[in-house]
């Protein structure tokens, strides 16, 4: 796909190091021609993302904390001064209390369910109104989600009811913005060995589980969630919106575990 995205400016909201999923698809993206900015929160991330975005050839990198709107304000001040037009924004981010991804859901707090929801779906809202000012000629709005998301996951919790959220706001999102010729979509990878995947009880199962009954036999790869990116971003994605693209070996079809793992 060399050369698909040439021309094409994005922000990647995400990369904490290079087993990020935001970081495969800043790899892939960048392969495909696209010129990137990229966010991160707190002078620890900085440090990780500099040299990662450095390899890409950006030296745009902006401060943001999505919970705060003058930092948000802030950041695409930024690229408003560097860039005139913005084509797609990559939204790859989740949080919740470590300390509550395990255990049942029903012992979820009040404040960590609004600080899920908050950072992990509302988020996106805020990002994408800031960026579809500068979505001048069309644009590609790209969030994360998880299988969890409708069917129970062991210990993942909130961050189902967060995921389930974000996934009605794309739809929503899509609707809106479908007439300014943007296009509002999430990629729903299985289990992946991240930072983020790690923080999940029983992840190491789980990705286990899933790699051993999938249809492929296999869990995503950054590769793979990268290529299905910048299909996404291309103009061979144009007339796909409001979707929840799925990059799990085929797990999703599941109603059993194989035969031999029964």
């Known amino acids: 796909m060399t050369g698909v995205l040439s021309g094409k400016r994005g922000l990647v909201i995400g990369v904490a190091n290079e087993r990020s999923i935001a970081w495969g698809i800043a790899k892939a993206c960048a392969e495909a021609g696209a010129e990137l900015a990229f966010s991160y929160q707190g002078e620890a991330f900085g440090k990780r993302v500099e040299p990662l975005a450095a390899s890409l050839g950006s030296d745009i990198l902006v401060d943001v904390d999505v919970t705060d709107d003058a930092s948000l304000d802030a950041a695409f001040d930024v690229l408003r001064n560097r860039w ?51 979505m001048t000629e069309g644009g590609t709005i790209l969030t994360l989600t998880y299988g969890g998301s409708n069917r129970v996951t062991p210990f993942y919790n909130v961050m189902g009811v967060a995921k389930a959220a974000l996934e009605a706001t ?40 899933t790699e051993q009954n999938a249809p492929l036999r296999s869990n995503a790869t950054l590769e793979a969630v990268g290529g299905t990116a910048v299909y996404l971003i291309s103009d061979a994605g144009a007339c796909t919106t409001g979707e929840i693209v799925r990059v799990d070996g085929g797990f999703h079809v599941l109603g059993m575990p194989q035969v031999d793992n029964i």
């Open 84 to 134: 005139d037009r913005l084509d797609f924004i990559v939204h790859a981010i989740a949080y919740s209390d470590k300390a509550e991804l395990t255990g049942r859901f029903l012992d979820t707090s009040r404040a960590n369910f609004k600080n899920s929801l908050d950072i992990s779906c509302y988020s996106l809202i805020e990002v994408t109104r800031r960026a579809h000012a500068m």
């Open 170 to 209: 794309t739809r929503y999102l899509a609707n809106d913005l479908g007439p300014d010729g943007i296009r509002v979509n999430a990629i729903s990878p299985g289990p992946m060995k991240t930072l983020a995947g790690a923080a999940i009880g029983g992840a190491r199962k789980t990705y286990r589980h």
